[in-house]
């Protein structure tokens, strides 16, 4: 039996999810829009208030956040959705056994 939890190579979860990624989150509202990460307007407010000198390497720094940010959020989402949509099909797979 295929466990859904797990990633494995033909995973169709996973390709949903990277559809899903593609087509309707590329779309925001005006309510996603809100609550909207904005690295690269931050990072210009923060670089114009640090010295010349340490301009690149605060830069760096502020990439890697976003970049380690950026694979948490992603990570994290994957499981959540994984997970319900699991936790959701083990409930109606339930409603049909005896």
Do not use: H
């Not at 509202?29 to 010295?51: C, H, M, Q, R, W």
């Amino acid at each position: 039996m295929i466990n859904f939890r797990e990633i494995n190579e033909n995973d169709i979860l996973k390709e949903w999810l990277e559809f899903r990624e593609k087509t309707t989150f590329c779309e925001m509202s005006a309510e996603d829009k809100k609550y909207g990460l904005y690295f690269e307007e931050t990072a210009e407010k923060i670089l114009k208030n640090v010295p010349v000198q340490n301009r690149q390497y605060v830069k760096k720094q502020l990439d890697k956040l976003e970049n380690n940010f950026m694979d948490y959020s992603y990570y994290w989402n994957e499981k959540y959705y994984r997970n319900g949509f699991v936790d959701g099909s083990q409930l109606v797979m339930g409603c049909f056994e005896e």
